[in-house]
T-cell receptor
């Protein structure tokens, strides 16, 4: 079993829909990252969380440390949100362990 | 700031050749990370540096891989000799601090070993 599990693996939505991507982990962590990988391959850091909730524009990330679970929400989704979203947990020091990613496709 | 700069963007080489990947982190960032991404294994940490000193190289696959950071503005990842299974996208990333500071990724180097 991977230390970091994401669901779903693939997600197709219509423009405007509310989207949720989930991340569960099995180890104690010091922080959790949400990353976005564009179709061209570049990776952008969206959030870094150690507790609670963060919001940036239409993106919201939450984490529940007790339940070892985090969610990434996208409100009013748009085709430009189409990308791979990757959850990564920081375990001991600076080592990141990555989930397999969720491929999101938003159709117009 | 131009962000994390990696070169080359693409590298195609023959098995057995030496390959050197380069990275310039964002100025003022104390941490530099090398990651590898493959279809089979996703993203994996290879090695990271703090203030130019290698801290954790447990992700380096074998002795054919080596990384250096001679100064705060430059790092290299070298594979010698290269093998087809090394084909992957190699990312460099930097950050100011371990916690509370986002990771900034370079655009990656796509390596193909034939």
């Amino acid at each position: 079993k991977n230390e970091v599990e994401q669901s779903p693996q693939n997600l197709t939505a219509q423009e405007g829909e509310f989207i949720t991507i989930n991340c569960s982990y099995s180890v104690g962590i010091s922080a959790l990252h949400w990353l976005q990988q564009h179709p061209g391959g570049g990776i952008v850091s969206l959030f870094m969380l150690s507790s609670g909730k963060k919001k940036h524009g239409r993106l919201i990330a939450t984490i529940n440390i007790q339940e070892k679970h985090s969610s990434l929400h996208i409100t009013a989704s748009h085709p430009r949100d189409s990308a791979v979203y990757i959850c990564a947990v920081m375990v001991g020091g600076s080592r990141l362990t990555f989930g397999e990613g969720t491929q999101l496709t938003v159709n117009p | 700031d131009a962000g994390v700069i990696q070169s080359p963007r693409h590298e195609v080489t023959e098995m057995g050749q030496e390959v050197t990947l380069r990275c310039k982190p964002i100025s003022g960032h104390d941490y530099l990370f090398w990651y590898r991404q493959t279809m089979m294994r996703g993203l994996e940490l290879l090695i990271y540096f703090n203030n130019n000193v290698p801290i954790d190289d447990s992700g380096m696959p074998e002795d054919r891989f080596s990384a250096k950071m001679p100064n705060a503005s430059f790092s290299t990842l070298k594979i010698q000799p290269s093998e087809p299974r090394d084909s992957a996208v190699y990312f460099c990333a930097s950050s100011q601090r371990v916690l509370g500071s986002p990771l900034h990724f370079g655009n990656g180097t796509r390596l193909t070993v034939t």
